[in-house]
Every structure is written in structure tokens, then in C-alpha cells.
Nanobody, 119 residues
Framework: QVQLVESGGGLVQAGGFLKLSCAAS????????IGWYRQAPGKQRELVAA???????DYADSVKGRFTISRDSAKNTVYLQMNNLKPEDTAVYSC?????????????WGQGTQVTVSS
């Protein structure tokens, strides 16, 4: 089991920035991949950014160069720095953790946090 607690969403003007945090209940090195999905009203959920236990990072094309995912292993926390925000970044951002063991493959989710970017 992995519990995820998110923080950092809010309302910001276009061009502004926000930083999301996702605190995990266990070592992030024991989590195969951790990051964020987002879902805007009427749209499909999309992967925004993820980092693997080995440190590889992946980003949606729409956020490359603007968003950065990082981690603090001492705090078991992953961060998403979002710069130069655009109205199309408005969505509910949900932290996820993907774990793979011999017994099972599991996905865990945070409660979600709203990010609203005004034009």
C-alpha cells in the first residue's frame, strides 16, 4: 500500500507558476514510477510527468520545457514545478504511484488538486 498526499494547487494567472508536492508513505525508491496525471473537464486523462526509481523522467509534449519533476528521497516527496502556465493547463492534477512486485502490479492515487490558470 502507498498513500499519497498532494498539495500546492491553486489559481494563477497565465505566465505564472505553481509547485505541486506529492508525499508518499514509503520510500520513493521502492516505487517504480511516480508522477502526475491531469484531467480537464470533457477531456481524457493525460500523463503530465513521471519519474522512475532509477531517475528517468518523462513529460507530456505539451509541458516539455515548462514543467520539471524532481524528488527529495529524504522526504519521500516528488515535486512538479510548473512555469509559464497556460489556460490549457487548467485541470485536476492527480499524483500516482506505480509499483511492481512479484505478486502484483498496483497503481495508487492521491486525492487530486485543482490547478486553474486564468487568461
Amino acid at each position: 500500500q502507498v498513500q499519497l498526499v498532494e498539495s500546492g494547487g491553486g489559481l494563477v494567472q497565465a505566465g505564472g507558476f505553481l509547485k505541486l508536492s506529492c508525499a508518499a508513505s514509503k520510500s520513493i525508491f521502492s516505487i517504480n514510477a511516480i508522477g502526475w496525471y491531469r484531467q480537464a473537464p470533457g477531456k481524457q486523462r493525460e500523463l503530465v510527468a513521471a519519474i522512475t526509481s532509477g531517475g528517468s523522467r518523462d513529460y507530456a509534449d505539451s509541458v516539455k520545457g515548462r514543467f520539471t519533476i524532481s524528488r527529495d528521497s529524504a522526504k519521500n516527496t516528488v515535486y512538479l514545478q510548473m512555469n509559464n502556465l497556460k489556460p490549457e493547463d487548467t485541470a485536476v492534477y492527480s499524483c500516482f504511484a506505480h509499483t511492481i512486485t512479484i505478486a502484483a502490479v498496483n497503481d495508487y492515487w492521491g486525492q487530486g488538486t485543482q490547478v486553474t490558470v486564468s487568461s
